[in-house]
């Protein structure tokens, strides 16, 4: 017997820029620098500009920064205060995600 076709469901996967893993779209959060080159989270993904896909997992966004993936992708430098803004925008205080 065949192998049944896989494209049954049809979930758009984007690509974690930190694990480098196909996920769906509701486990990452898109990092967008807007025209005037203002980087933020897009939590709403509607932001106009350039966009980047990482894991809502902080271990993720720490490691574009690191690998500098991040800047590549959006073509800017990351800069610490930037870097603050997207730590604070991951540890959202209603979801807090904990960790040990
Ligand atoms: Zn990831």
Redesign the pocket.
């Known amino acids: 017997m065949d192998t049944a076709p896989k494209t049954e469901k049809k979930v758009p996967l984007r690509l974690?820029?930190?694990?480098?893993?196909m996920?769906q779209k509701s486990e990452?959060f898109r990092i967008v620098k807007s025209p005037d080159a203002i980087v933020s989270i897009d939590l709403k993904r509607k932001k106009p500009g350039r966009g980047a896909y990482?894991?809502n997992?902080i271990?993720?966004l720490n490691?574009v920064i690191k690998t500098n993936a991040l800047a590549r992708a959006l073509k800017t430098k990351i800069s610490e205060e930037i870097i603050n803004e997207l730590t604070a925008g991951y540890i959202k205080p209603e979801e807090s995600i904990i960790e040990s």
Request: aromatic share 0%; charged share 45%; glycine share 8%.
């Open positions: 974690c820029l930190g694990c480098r893993e996920k990452l990482v894991c997992d271990k993720c490691k």
